[in-house]
């Protein structure tokens, strides 16, 4: 695919999760990788509904920032998230409420942040691991994200928000979506005695889409 037409379609993607209230203000940042293996990255301190295609940040094969304005501050955790999952295409970054709220609570298990409410959730996302709290743009994160050595596409950060990788730009959208929507209703349901899907449902969903759950 071209590199205006990822412009574009990070453009779109980016406004249509603002206006949707999944991000707000100037929170919430994409990456792409092109297909010279470089990368298009959303610049810092703009709203993701206010993107301008021809100012996106541009980084070549070798990491270097070649044009466009200066790159969103949490380059590390996607640079992070690409040298250990070889397959992912984009990243996505939010603040959305639901799953800050999650990544928030004391009884939100590390390991399974994300209860396995609904088959998708379980397809498109897989196990969610929650991180620590790390000040945004700290190193630390990155290398938090190394050291799940590639065993998740999605992570919760502590009092900060989600963090999903996939294999390109729509499917990571989609299974950022995905997260909010389940992270809502693990709220929504608290206290009710609800119970998630069981291993055995789990296994099937994960056998049939090849999903990372280990």
């Not at 379609?9 to 991000?23: E, K, P, V």
């Not at 100012?55 to 640079?79: C, I, N, W, Y």
């Not at 700290?138 to 992570?155: C, F, K, Q, S, T």
């Not at 900060?160 to 995905?178: T, Y």
């Amino acid at each position: 695919m071209s590199d205006s037409k990822l412009r574009e379609d990070i453009c779109f993607w980016a406004q249509s999760l603002f206006d949707r209230g999944l991000t707000g203000g100037a929170s919430g940042n994409i990456s792409v990788r092109t297909g010279d293996g470089g990368l298009l990255v959303t610049p810092t301190g703009v709203s993701m509904g206010r993107l301008d295609p021809a100012r996106l940040s541009r980084f070549d094969a070798q990491g270097r920032h070649v044009s466009g304005d200066a790159p969103t501050k949490e380059m590390p955790l996607h640079s992070a998230f690409y040298e250990t999952r070889r397959s992912a295409g984009a990243v996505v970054h939010l603040h959305s409420t639901h799953s800050v709220a999650l990544s928030i609570l004391p009884e939100t298990d590390p390991e399974n942040a994300v209860p396995p409410l609904t088959a998708y959730a379980v397809m498109r996302v897989g196990k969610v691991a929650l991180l620590p709290f790390f000040v945004p743009g700290d190193a630390g994160m990155a290398e938090a994200i190394r050291g799940l050595a590639g065993r998740r596409a999605a992570v919760l950060l502590a009092n900060h928000g989600p963090v999903v990788a996939s294999k390109d730009l729509e499917a990571a959208v989609f299974a950022m979506e995905e997260l909010e929507e389940t992270a809502k209703l693990a709220l929504l349901l608290r206290g009710t005695g609800a119970q998630p899907l069981d291993a055995d449902q789990i296994g099937q969903v994960v056998r049939k889409f090849e999903v990372d759950w280990d």
